[in-house]
C-alpha cells in the first residue's frame, strides 16, 4: 500500500510540474482576451495599463480569478492528455485500457504495478470542483440539491472526458481507453461530492 500510494503522489506531482509554468502564462493570456471582450472599455491604453486593468479585475472580482484557476486547471489536463503527448500508430490498440492498479505484459506475462486509475480520478476530481464553483448559477441554478449537484457533476465529466478520448483517437495521440473515460467520470462524481459537502458547509456558517 505505501508503494502504491507513493507512485501515485509522485506521478500527479510530476504531471502538475511539467505543464506548471506554460498553463499559467496560458491561462494568464486567456484572462486578457476575457477582459478585451467583456471589459473593452480600457483597451488600446497600452501595455501598462492592459496590465494594470488585469490586476485590478482579479483583486476585485470572484468570478474572474474563479475563471482564471479553472483555465488555469483545464489546460494542465489538456497539455497532460493532449498537447504533450507522441503520435501513436494505432490509437485503439488498448481500447479497454487497465481497470486495476496490476499490468500484465500479453507477451512475457510480466506483471507491474500501476496507478492510472487513480491517477484518472484524481485528474478529473479538481475540474469538476473548480467549474461547478465558477459556474454555479448557469450549472445548478439557485437550489442547489445533492442528487442534481452529482447528476451534472458525472454528466460534465463524462462528456469533458469522451472529448478528450475522442480527439486523442482522431489526433493520434494516446489511445482511446474505456477506463480512462469511466475512472475520469469517477472522479467528477466525487468532486461533485466534494462540492456539495463544502457548499453546504460554506451556507451553514452563513447563517
Known amino acids: 500500500m505505501k508503494d502504491i500510494i507513493s507512485k501515485i ?14 498553463s499559467v502564462a496560458f491561462s494568464i493570456l486567456v484572462m486578457f ?12 491604453k497600452g501595455m501598462r495599463a492592459a496590465f494594470a486593468a488585469w490586476w485590478k479585475a482579479f483583486r476585485s472580482e470572484s468570478f474572474f480569478r474563479k475563471l482564471l484557476f479553472l483555465t488555469f486547471y483545464t ?27 496490476w499490468k500484465t505484459n500479453s507477451t512475457t506475462g510480466e506483471v507491474t ?11 478529473m476530481l479538481p475540474f469538476t470542483v473548480l467549474l461547478l464553483w465558477t459556474a454555479k448559477e448557469r450549472l445548478l441554478g439557485a437550489s442547489v440539491t445533492f442528487w442534481k449537484t452529482i447528476w451534472i457533476s458525472i454528466r460534465v465529466s463524462f462528456l469533458f472526458s469522451l472529448s478528450i478520448e475522442f480527439l486523442q483517437l482522431f489526433l493520434r495521440l494516446g489511445t482511446f ?7 475520469n467520470t469517477i472522479g467528477g462524481l466525487i468532486g ?10 460554506t451556507e451553514r456558517k452563513q447563517r
Not at 500501476?114 to 484518472?120: A, D, Q
Not at 481507453?177 to 475512472?183: I, K
Open 9 to 22: 503522489i509522485a506521478n500527479v506531482l510530476t504531471a502538475l510540474y511539467q505543464p506548471f509554468w506554460f
Open 75 to 101: 489546460t494542465m489536463i489538456l497539455f497532460r492528455t493532449l498537447f504533450n503527448r507522441n503520435m501513436w500508430a494505432n490509437p485503439l490498440s488498448d481500447v479497454m485500457g487497465g481497470w486495476w492498479i
Open 113 to 123: 504495478l500501476t496507478t492510472e486509475c487513480f491517477e484518472n480520478i484524481a485528474l
Open 33 to 44: 482576451l476575457y477582459l478585451y471582450a467583456y471589459h473593452a472599455g480600457g483597451s488600446g
Open 177 to 183: 481507453q474505456l477506463s480512462d473515460l469511466f475512472y
Open 192 to 201: 461533485g461530492a466534494i462540492y456539495y459537502t463544502a457548499y453546504r458547509s
